[in-house]
Each structure stands twice: as C-alpha cells, then as structure tokens.
T-cell receptor, first 114, second 115 residues
Framework: AQSVTQPDIHITVSEGASLELRCNYSYGATPYLFWYVQSPGQGLQLLLKYFSGDTLVQGIKGFEAEFKRSQSSFNLRKPSVHWSDAAEYFCAVVPNTGGFKTIFGAGTRLFVKA | DAGVIQSPRHEVTEMGQEVTLRCKPISGHDYLFWYRQTMMRGLELLIYFNNNVPIDDSGMPEDRFSAKMPNASFSTLKIQPSEPRDSAVYFC?????????????FGPGTRLTVL
C-alpha cells in the first residue's frame, strides 16, 4: 500500500548537536516530496521540497534534505540544532500521478535540551 | 498577503450542535484543502476543491460533514450534528495554479472541542 513512514515518533537532541529525521515512502514513481514544520498551536510551514534535479535540497532555517531513490527516503538534516527548532516535523508526498492529494507522515516531535 | 485565514481559532460546543468552520484562501489560489489533525490519526485530508468545485471528498468521515466553496475566496466546513469524536484541529490550505511543485500554504487551524 502507498504510505509515508516516519519511524521516529519523537527525538531529543542537545542544542548545537546535529539532527537527522527519517522519512520513507512507498510509491512506484518518485513523488513530490516535502518537509513541513509545525510549532505548537500553529499551522504547518514548508521547510523544503523536492520534485526533480539535485537530490540535495536546501530549505529555510538551515535545514536540508537528501532524496535517495534507491532507499525511497527523503531524510531531513540540520548540522546544528537551536532551541527554537523544537517542533513537530512532517514528511509529505504528492504522488506523481496527476492528482493533488498530499499524504502526510505521522510526524516526528523534536525536543531540544540545553 | 495575509496568508490563509481561518475562523474561529477555537470553538467549544456541545454534542448535537451545528459547527461551521470558515476559511479564506490566499488570493489567486485555485486549490483549497481541508484537513483534520488528531493525536490518534494524524493529519488527514478531508476534501479538496479546484476552482470552487469539490474534486475529492473521499476523506470526509460521514454524512454529518459537509463542505462548500461558494466562491474563490471563501469555504466552509460544517459538522451537523457534532459529536465528541469530532474534536480535533481543522486546517485549511490553499495552492496556487502557478505552483507546479504542489506546495500548499496552511492556515493556523481551528481547534474544535465537542463536549
């Protein structure tokens, strides 16, 4: 079945440490790929997106993500986490089948400790 | 642009009452999406519109839910009658016709509590 998997429900990192959030998808063709961030009480904000070209994409707030076709993954990374990065992060895909239905992963909540 | 606007931000109602959630998409956007977010089920797409026409309502949970888009700048999601299990945060999002990469812009959400 088509799905988006974020295997980590929550992650805790120390401020200044590096971060990697995992995302795997199961679709036949490469879908459109997104990472969104949701701060408490807020809507979702787009961090970055991929649909073709360079497999390493840069986003806002110092985030980047790498698309790996062989692993069906689109992991989000940040070299040095700030306390303000504490939020919930959602990986999302739009299947490349002509529709516009976005499928979201379950989310990973990031905690940042001082 | 003010972004996607949703009202109310919070709604508390009693079981059996009618609830209407409102959304104003970003001007010029031709797609509008309604999502529901709960701890148990995560973020679910309920329905989306293109040029004010409902395209896919397969995510609408049951007949108690209905959505309309009478014009390009306004949409409503109605629940009648409401039940406690409808308690959730409801998000509206819009997408522009020029956004070939399918990026959606989200509103701040409406937190609904049904007692």
């Amino acid at each position: 079945a088509q799905s988006v998997t974020q295997p980590d429900i929550h992650i805790t990192v120390s401020e200044g440490a590096s971060l990697e959030l995992r995302c795997n998808y199961s679709y036949g063709a490469t879908p459109y790929l997104f990472w969104y961030v949701q701060s408490p009480g807020q809507g979702l904000q787009l961090l970055l997106k991929y649909f073709s070209g360079d497999t390493l994409v840069q986003g806002i707030k110092g985030f980047e993500a790498e698309f790996k076709r062989s692993q069906s993954s689109f992991n989000l990374r940040k070299p040095s986490v700030h306390w303000s990065d504490a939020a919930e992060y959602f990986c999302a895909v739009v299947p490349n089948t002509g529709g516009f239905k976005t499928i979201f992963g379950a989310g990973t909540r990031l905690f940042v400790k001082a | 642009d003010a972004g996607v606007i949703q009202s109310p931000r919070h709604e508390v109602t009693e079981m059996g009452q009618e609830v209407t959630l409102r959304c104003k998409p970003i001007s010029g956007h031709d797609y509008l999406f309604w999502y529901r977010q709960t701890m148990m089920r995560g973020l679910e797409l309920l329905i989306y519109f293109n040029n004010n026409v409902p395209i896919d309502d397969s995510g609408m949970p049951e007949d108690r839910f209905s959505a309309k888009m009478p014009n390009a700048s306004f949409s409503t999601l109605k629940i009648q009658p409401s039940e406690p299990r409808d308690s959730a945060v409801y998000f509206c999002a819009s997408r522009g016709r020029a956004s070939g990469d399918n990026e959606q812009f989200f509103g701040p959400g409406t937190r609904l509590t049904v007692l």
